[in-house]
């Protein structure tokens, strides 16, 4: 499925993916209009469900706050592909079922308002008939992302574990 994207910069920080002063909010629903307000104050305003966000290098930096990949997930965002992201940011948005995507080809030349589609399993990206290789997500980091995230997938296996 091809999916509209939005070109970010290097170094997104989570303090711009959402400012500090949302916090204390704890409804995913109340979070996902403030998306990365702290760049564009209409930015959640214009993503679809579904759409892309494609940066530069190191996104997510900055505090390890989890809101941030939460906020993102609640505006309606698909997926992050990325040169590189911020170590606590991937493994944050995996823990909330937010697909991300090393892929620093695609990263270098994807156009904001361009559309693509994004095979997470095979790790690649296919936009105006050309295919970028990225880092594909292994199996398991894969289920967590199905599952919405790590705590559904682990009640999902223990529901299915032996008594």
């Given at each position: 499925?091809?999916?509209?994207?939005h070109k970010l910069g290097d170094h997104i920080?989570?303090?711009?993916?959402?400012?500090?002063?949302?916090?204390?909010?704890?409804?995913?629903?109340?979070?996902?209009?403030?998306?990365?307000?702290?760049?564009?104050?209409?930015?959640?305003?214009?993503?679809?469900?579904?759409?892309?966000?494609?940066?530069?290098?190191?996104?997510?930096?900055?505090?390890?706050?989890?809101?941030?990949?939460?906020?993102?997930?609640?505006?309606?965002?698909?997926?992050?592909?990325?040169?590189?992201?911020?170590?606590?940011?991937?493994?944050?948005?995996?823990?909330?079922?937010?697909?991300?995507?090393?892929?620093?080809?695609?990263?270098?030349?994807?156009?904001?308002?361009?559309?693509?589609?994004?095979?997470?399993?095979?790790?690649?990206?296919?936009?105006?008939?050309?295919?970028?290789?990225?880092?594909?997500?292994?199996?398991?980091?894969?289920?967590?992302?199905?599952?919405?995230?790590?705590?559904?997938?682990?009640?999902?296996?223990?529901?299915?574990?032996?008594?």
């Open positions: 499925m091809e999916r509209r994207i920080d989570t303090d711009v993916i959402l400012p500090g002063r949302y916090l204390s909010i704890t409804d995913p629903a109340e979070l996902g209009p403030h998306c990365l307000e702290g760049i564009d104050p209409a930015f959640a305003g214009r993503i679809r469900a579904g759409d892309l966000i494609v940066a530069g290098r190191n996104f997510g930096c900055g505090s390890s706050r989890e809101h941030a990949p939460i906020a993102l997930k609640a505006c309606g965002i698909h997926a992050v592909i990325a040169e590189s992201f911020a170590r606590i940011f991937y493994r944050n948005a995996i823990n909330i079922g937010l697909p991300v995507l090393v892929c620093p080809a695609f990263a270098a030349v994807a156009q904001d308002g361009a559309t693509a589609a994004v095979d997470l399993g095979a790790g690649t990206v296919t936009c105006g008939g050309h295919v970028f290789r990225g880092e594909s997500l292994p199996p398991t980091v894969m289920a967590i992302v199905a599952a919405g995230g790590l705590v559904p997938y682990a009640r999902g296996r223990l529901a299915a574990a032996p008594a």
